[in-house]
Every structure is written in structure tokens, then in C-alpha cells.
């Protein structure tokens, strides 16, 4: 499955049982985050295009909140290719991953 991530144009695979989060990070990808429970939501962006399913059965996002869009892709597991609007993304200068 493919990661796009808006509007810095990056992407990447997202692996069997990967989050959102740890395919972008695999791949050099930053991205805000902390807890990487789906507590925090440090990372919380928006789904552009695509569905998800959560590894924890009640994220951090309120009802309004899901229904406008907001994932956590800590805790986010892609159904498909997936597009997420996070601005804040950066490819790292290293590419390392994390």
C-alpha cells in the first residue's frame, strides 16, 4: 500500500502491520509525534483520500473530529493507498529512518 503525504509531495510503502507513522518514519519521513499510542495526538493530521483502521480500539479523536476527517497515523493502519495532509512532514536530510 502507498503513503502520499501532502502538500510536500512525499510517499512511501506502508509494510504488513506497519502504522502510518512507522512507514513514513522507515522511510525518512518526519512527522510530529510523541506517545505513539493515540494519546497524544501530536501527530494528528487529515485523510485526504483513503480509509484506516485503528490498531487501539477508541483513538484520541472525538466523534466531530473522525467525521471531518482527522486521523492519528500512529496508531492508523491503511485499507488501501492513503493520502494525509500533514504540513508540518518533512523528508529528512539523513533519510534514516527512526
Not at 26 to 52: F, K, W, Y
Not at 58 to 71: A, H, M, Q, T
Amino acid at each position: 500500500m502507498k503513503l502520499t503525504i501532502e502538500p510536500a509531495h512525499l510517499s512511501c510503502t506502508v509494510g504488513e502491520g506497519q502504522s502510518l507513522l512507522e512507514a513514513a518514519l522507515a522511510a525518512g519521513i518526519d512527522m510530529p509525534r510523541s506517545c505513539r499510542n493515540g494519546t497524544c495526538r501530536a501527530c494528528l493530521c487529515h485523510l485526504e483520500a483513503g480509509q484506516v483502521r485503528y490498531r487501539v480500539e477508541w483513538p484520541g479523536l472525538s466523534p466531530d473530529e473522525k467525521d471531518e476527517g482527522c486521523v492519528l497515523p500512529c496508531v492508523a493502519m491503511p485499507m488501501g493507498d492513503v493520502v494525509l495532509r500533514a504540513p508540518s512532514a518533512r523528508r529528512r536530510i539523513d533519510g534514516a529512518g527512526a
